[in-house]
């Protein structure tokens, strides 16, 4: 019940919310796993995580390798997973769920090492853009900017909003804008926003806007003012964090 009832609600917020290109939105439905690897162990997971890439796993389950993150500064976990499924019906379809259960059993003995690694794991169904542009954003780029926010009673679809202003103000002062991916089931993470950067440097460099471009910019993206860009959003959270990481090969 409590799965069908978020479900509704963000198709709803979906649908006062439209799906526009420029505001790097999308349908594509990913799973994304937080975890945090056992005292010890994150090296032995990194091991794992490259010797799963290279072996025939992902093939012989038709599914596309995961992208991974690793923590740099920030939250408490230690890689962020992101694994494309598409959708709900195609992932979970009786042929897609037969293949999987298929290369689990045949890789068993490689599969269950990587499972005692694991000291917490959370998931996360998300809504984001296209696996191209995903795909595509993490090849070019090496540094990331993650955000991840729990709305505040009611203020969902307002939170949703207010990233998507945030994107049109970054936009026209020759920032990076940020993927949005929306909520679909799994934690209690409304939306995250994901920012795609070649290094730590161009990550922290000025946007060369001048500060009257800048308040323009603020205000024709619907805020009241430069300011309010953060006001505006703290008022629309109950919590926040926010992680720098880096690609793991």
Same mark, same amino acid.
Request: glycine share 8%.
């Given at each position: 019940m409590i799965f069908r009832c978020a479900a509704i609600c963000f198709f709803v917020l979906g649908m006062l919310a439209p799906v526009n290109a420029q505001t790097r939105e999308g349908d594509f439905l990913y799973r994304v796993t937080t975890v945090r !690897?056992?005292?010890?162990?994150?090296?032995? /997971?990194?091991?794992?995580?490259? +010797?799963?890439?290279?072996?025939?796993?992902?093939?012989? !389950?038709?599914?596309?390798?995961?992208?991974? /993150?690793?923590?740099?500064?920030? +939250?408490?976990?230690?890689l962020l997973k992101i694994e494309p499924m598409g959708s709900w019906t195609a992932y979970h379809s009786k042929s897609a769920t037969r293949k999987r259960n298929k290369a689990k059993e045949k890789h068993a003995d490689q599969l269950a090492p990587g499972y005692a690694l694991i000291a917490f794991a959370e998931d996360h169904f998300a809504y984001g853009p296209s696996l191209e542009e995903f795909q595509g954003e993490f090849a070019e780029n090496g540094f990331f900017h993650i955000e991840m926010f729990k709305a505040a009673p009611g203020k969902a679809a307002g939170l949703l909003?207010?990233?998507?202003?945030?994107?049109?103000?970054?936009?026209?002062?020759?920032?990076?804008?940020?993927?949005?991916?929306?909520?679909?089931?799994?934690?209690?993470?409304?939306?995250?926003?994901?920012?795609?950067?070649?290094?730590?440097q161009s990550f922290a460099a000025p946007s060369g806007a001048s500060a009257e471009e800048a308040e323009a910019a603020a205000t024709d993206a619907g805020f009241k003012n430069r300011a309010d860009i953060s006001f505006y959003l703290r008022s629309l959270i109950s919590a926040h964090h926010d992680t720098l990481a880096v690609r793991v090969e």
């Open positions: !690897a056992a005292p010890g162990k994150l090296e032995d /997971m990194l091991s794992w995580i490259a +010797d799963m890439k290279a072996s025939d796993y992902f093939a012989d !389950a038709g599914e596309h390798a995961p992208f991974v /993150m690793r923590h740099s500064q920030g +939250d408490q976990w230690d909003g207010q990233r998507q202003m945030e994107n049109a103000y970054l936009s026209a002062t020759g920032q990076t804008t940020n993927m949005i991916f929306r909520r679909a089931a799994g934690s209690d993470i409304d939306v995250f926003t994901i920012g795609f950067h070649e290094n730590l």
